[in-house]
């Protein structure tokens, strides 16, 4: 069983930044693909930004070149750095990692959900 516990949501105004964290805990041989997605109410959850064991990340148009996603191996950390905010990114975001365990069976865990909500 891994463990996901989100920090770093928050309110921020148009054009601000917010810093988002994500630690794995638990019984994990090792983490492989991390990433990050996000709800607003009426919508379905969507993809922000994902990024291998190896360092390799991916981003949606819509927030590519404002975000940035990297991760602490050592510390089974990802994290999640969002510059130049629109309201449009005002949505619960969640943190999601796959994880092999001991017995060698892979399973994807997901955090509980961190609020950013960017007023106008």
């Known amino acids: 069983q891994v463990q996901l516990v989100e920090s770093g949501g928050g309110l921020v105004q148009t054009g601000g930044s917010l810093s988002l964290s994500c630690a794995a805990s638990g019984s994990i041989f090792r983490i492989n693909d991390m990433g990050w997605y996000r709800q607003s109410p009426g919508k379905q959850r969507e993809l922000v930004a994902t990024?291998?064991?190896?360092?390799?990340?991916n981003y949606p148009d819509s927030v590519k070149g404002r975000f940035t996603i990297s991760r602490d191996n050592t510390k089974n950390t990802v994290y999640l750095r969002m510059n130049s905010l629109k309201p449009e990114d005002t949505a619960v975001y969640y943190c999601?990692?796959?994880?092999?365990?001991?017995?060698?069976?892979?399973?994807?865990?997901w955090g509980q959900g961190t609020q950013v909500t960017v007023s106008s």
């Open positions: 990024i291998t064991r190896g360092g390799r990340t």
């Open positions: 999601n990692c796959r994880a092999l365990s001991q017995l060698g069976y892979e399973y994807g865990y």
